[in-house]
């Protein structure tokens, strides 16, 4: 009996491991995003800094399901986003508690405290704040954005672009067929 038991369990680990969970490595490979907490970003910035995307939507947001479903999906912003940034999904309207080097963000009503601060207090969903390697706010840009567009945001502020020229400047170089200088 316990042969079979156990020859049983083996088998629903490794179906288990082949079916039900992704590894990162996995989720990569099938061109998905590697969401993390705000606190998992927080903790690999100690060690590894890197800029962070974040991603403040709430569940009855229609926009945010359309940008999940199209942008989040696109196999170049997919790409580039885990190459350059950590990303990070934020509910908006989640309770509890997030502590973040010692500082403590709480619900407040209806819209989490962290949500209203990353948003300068003036929430819409979908929006994605942009932090540098020290954690430090560079820009939210709210509303749906299609992939195209997404792109060329996130390569303007990932490869310190924003740090030189104006973003029209940007995409007039960049991308000179669809954006000519004025």
Not at 70 to 79: G, H, L, S
Not at 111 to 129: D, F, G, I, K
Not at 140 to 160: C, Q, S, W
Request: aromatic share 14%; with cysteine; proline share 4%.
């Amino acid at each position: 009996m316990k042969n079979h038991l156990s020859a049983f369990a083996t088998f629903f680990l490794i179906l288990l491991a082949l079916t039900g969970f992704k590894s990162d490595s996995a989720k990569i490979a099938q061109g998905e995003i590697q969401w993390l907490t705000i606190e998992q970003a927080y903790a690999k910035m100690q060690t590894a800094p890197r800029k962070v995307l974040i991603d403040v939507y709430t569940d009855w947001c229609g926009w945010c399901k359309v940008m999940d479903r199209e942008t989040f999906k696109n196999k170049a912003v997919v790409d580039y986003i885990n190459k350059k940034y950590y990303a990070v999904k934020l509910d908006a309207e989640q309770k509890g508690t997030i502590t973040l080097g010692g500082k403590k963000f709480t619900s407040q009503g209806r819209t989490h405290e962290l949500a209203l601060a990353l948003t300068n207090n003036q929430p819409s969903y979908p929006t994605t704040v942009f932090l540098d390697d020290k954690f430090q706010i560079i820009q939210p840009l709210p509303g749906y954005m299609k992939a195209r567009e997404f792109h060329e945001v996130i390569t303007f502020i990932g490869d310190n672009y924003h740090k030189k020229e104006a973003f029209e400047t940007y995409k007039a170089k960049t991308y000179p067929g669809l954006y000519p200088a004025r």
